[in-house]
T-cell receptor, first 113, second 108 residues
Framework: DAMVIQNPRYQVTQFGKPVTLSCSQT?????MYWYQQKSSQAPKLLFH???????NEADTPDNFQSRRPNTSFCFLDIRSPGLGDAAMYLC????????????FGEGSWLTVV | GQNIDQPTEMTATEGAIVQINCTYQTSGFNGLFWYQQHAGEAPTFLSYNVLDGLEEKGRFSSFLSRSKGYSYLLLKELQMKDSASYLCAGAGGGKLIFGQGTELSVKP
């Protein structure tokens, strides 16, 4: 059974139209991550939560926001998507402490038209 | 700063052995992960090393040298289905940073 679930799997949005991607986990993990992965590139960390503590990467554009209303759910909001934001968005979770495996969802593919 | 380096691509023959190297610099090192990623799919966990030495798991082994900031992933008895991108990722400072990935092509 899937432990990290992302919705939608595929999203097409218009240039400038806000979009929200969701992630839920059944692992009760403290840490949740959002990565952006463009074609043939490594996943790039956008931000992560340690419980409710939000940690934004310095080079994450302001266009990207996140919410974590509870342990199980985390959202990625793209306020005004541009063509350059087309990518796969990966949600991941991990427990705390050394050796905790990071589990990825299946990803959400975003297309901007 | 944090930096992960690995070769962009490698080619190997079915049945052979291949070693994918990774060098890293992370703040507050908390382990080195290897993930496999097929095109269009999410990364899947292969291995984790936090202590020096070799960890063996079936056809896959991973090695870590903390003093050298170096790791490798060893794949034995290569199969066609092993063609994928292999991502080295360093954990530190509460987050996981990925290298660019090594695209492995397995030829018959």
């Amino acid at each position: 059974d899937a432990m990290v679930i992302q919705n939608p799997r595929y999203q097409v949005t218009q240039f400038g139209k806000p979009v929200t991607l969701s992630c839920s986990q059944t692992l009760n993990h403290n840490v949740m991550y959002w990565y952006q992965q463009k074609s043939s590139q490594a996943p790039k960390l956008l931000f992560h939560y340690y419980d409710k503590d939000f940690n934004n990467e310095a080079d994450t554009p302001d266009n990207f926001q996140s919410r974590r209303p509870n342990t199980s759910f985390c959202f990625l909001d793209i306020r005004s998507p541009g063509l350059g934001d087309a990518a796969m968005y990966l949600c991941a979770t991990s427990g705390t402490g050394s050796g905790n495996t990071i589990y990825f969802g299946e990803g959400s593919w975003l297309t901007v038209v | 700063g944090q930096n992960i380096d690995q070769p962009t691509e490698m080619t190997a023959t079915e049945g052979a052995i291949v070693q994918i190297n990774c060098t890293y610099q992370t703040s507050g090192f908390n382990g080195l992960f290897w993930y496999q990623q097929h095109a269009g799919e999410a990364p899947t966990f292969l291995s984790y090393n936090v202590l020096d030495g070799l960890e063996e798991k079936g056809r896959f082994s991973s090695f870590l040298s903390r003093s050298k900031g170096y790791s490798y992933l060893l794949l034995k008895e290569l199969q066609m289905k092993d063609s994928a991108s292999y991502l080295c990722a360093g954990a530190g400072g509460g987050k996981l940073i990925f290298g660019q990935g090594t695209e492995l092509s397995v030829k018959p």
